[in-house]
């Protein structure tokens, strides 16, 4: 005999199928890949931010120990990518695949010094200083924290200064669920935690703290649903963009109303997958941070798990940078989109 959903799953599965979907389809972009050879094309690094350092796109690895062996560094590494082998991809020069550049790591035995370290999940640069945020759980609680480093201009080392640890307050306790998004804004770093719907996280908020770290109290952050992964760095009028992402195998980030949809629609592989892949632009103001009234871009949803974006930059005007972890592959391609008048 079938068995019946429970009603209030049904609710939400179908409220989750008509969201955004009583307006015409949204516009949706396949995103371009730029291959990478090994070991960065290979899953196991499970990317999980990027920022650029100067002319150098770095690419950072949520276990970058895992990259030991190819690094011979017992700390692993980074990768970084220049800006014109990235260009000249694009353009349809050069090799058929991109060789990131190694950048060894000096943690200074911060894995060994945090209870229940599970990774590193974004960076964010300020000149020649380096920023990470850290997540962990420990005693049934999550945990985030930032830490200060510094890279070698000519990317031979970048070292981490424990002494400079930092915990960031936590707005709600989800498994799993921490600091997914750093932003500099000139003598300041802003902290993203990863889930702001409604029903998760009432009153979101952006944290503050100075560049030595200390802590400047918080700014209003819009209600966004789903998951955020990563934010790019500003631009001049204050605007950058995040990277947003959801699949109904989380039930924890289900909605019964997802404003951007309703305002702008969905997708057709949206629909069809009752997932999200896109990239919102958001403003940061005297007041905090907003929405802007341009529409997400929209990422094509390939699966029912779809593809996990947790890294997001800038390229030169023409649009963005997204990579994936583990989920399908680490997948590193480049979005077009029109340049905002």
């Known amino acids: 005999m079938k068995r019946a959903l429970p009603p209030t799953l049904l609710l939400i599965l179908l409220a989750l199928l008509a969201a955004g979907c009583s307006a015409p389809a949204a516009p949706e972009v396949t995103p371009q890949e730029i291959r990478l050879t090994r070991p960065a094309s290979i899953s196991y690094i499970e990317a999980s931010g990027m920022d650029w350092y100067g002319d150098?796109?770095?690419?950072?690895p949520q276990y970058p120990a895992r990259l030991r062996r190819e690094a011979n560094n017992p700390d692993g590494a980074l990768l970084a990518l220049s800006r014109q082998?990235?260009?000249?991809?694009?353009?349809?020069?050069?090799?058929?695949?991109?060789?990131?550049?190694?950048i060894p790591?000096?943690?200074g035995g911060l894995r060994e010094m945090i209870d229940g370290f599970q990774?590193?999940?974004?960076?964010?640069?300020?000149?020649?200083?380096?920023?990470?945020?850290?997540?962990?759980?420990?005693?049934?609680?999550?945990h985030a924290y930032l830490v200060r480093g510094s890279i070698q201009p000519d990317l031979s080392a970048l070292r981490?200064?424990?002494?400079?640890?930092?915990?960031?307050?936590?707005?709600?306790?989800?498994?799993?669920?921490?600091?997914?998004?750093?932003?500099?804004?000139?003598?300041?770093?802003?902290?993203f935690f990863e889930a702001n719907g409604a029903l998760l996280n009432p009153s979101p908020q952006a944290q503050r703290f100075s560049l030595d770290l200390e802590p400047l109290g918080a700014l209003d952050f819009p209600r966004l649903e789903y998951r955020l992964t990563d934010?790019?760095?500003?631009?001049?009028?204050?605007?950058?963009?995040v990277a947003n992402y959801f699949i109904p195998a989380d039930p924890r980030l289900w909605t019964l109303s997802d404003p951007l949809a309703e305002q702008h629609g969905r997708p057709r592989s949206s629909r069809l997958f009752l997932a999200a892949e896109r990239l919102v632009e958001l403003q940061l103001g005297p007041e905090g941070i907003t929405l802007t009234e341009r529409a997400p871009v929209h990422?094509?949803?390939?699966?029912?798990?779809?593809?996990?974006w947790e890294g997001i930059a800038r390229?030169?005007?023409r649009g963005l940078l997204v990579i994936s972890d583990r989920q399908p592959d680490t997948i590193l391609a480049f979005v077009p989109f029109e340049p905002q008048e």
Do not use: H
Not at 56 to 60: G, M
Not at 163 to 169: D, Y
């Open 315 to 317: 390229l030169d005007g």
């Open 160 to 191: 981490l200064d424990p002494a400079t640890l930092t915990e960031v307050p936590l707005e709600v306790q989800a498994i799993n669920f921490s600091v997914e998004a750093l932003l500099v804004k000139g003598d300041e770093i802003l902290t």
């Open 105 to 107: 790591l000096d943690d």
């Open 299 to 308: 990422l094509r949803v390939e699966s029912l798990l779809g593809t996990n």
């Open 119 to 142: 990774g590193y999940e974004a960076v964010a640069f300020a000149g020649d200083r380096v920023y990470l945020s850290i997540e962990a759980s420990s005693r049934g609680r999550m």
């Open 85 to 102: 082998e990235l260009l000249d991809y694009l353009d349809g020069r050069g090799p058929d695949r991109l060789d990131p550049r190694l």
């Open 56 to 60: 150098w796109l770095v690419l950072l």
């Open 231 to 241: 934010a790019t760095r500003l631009d001049a009028d204050g605007r950058f963009w």
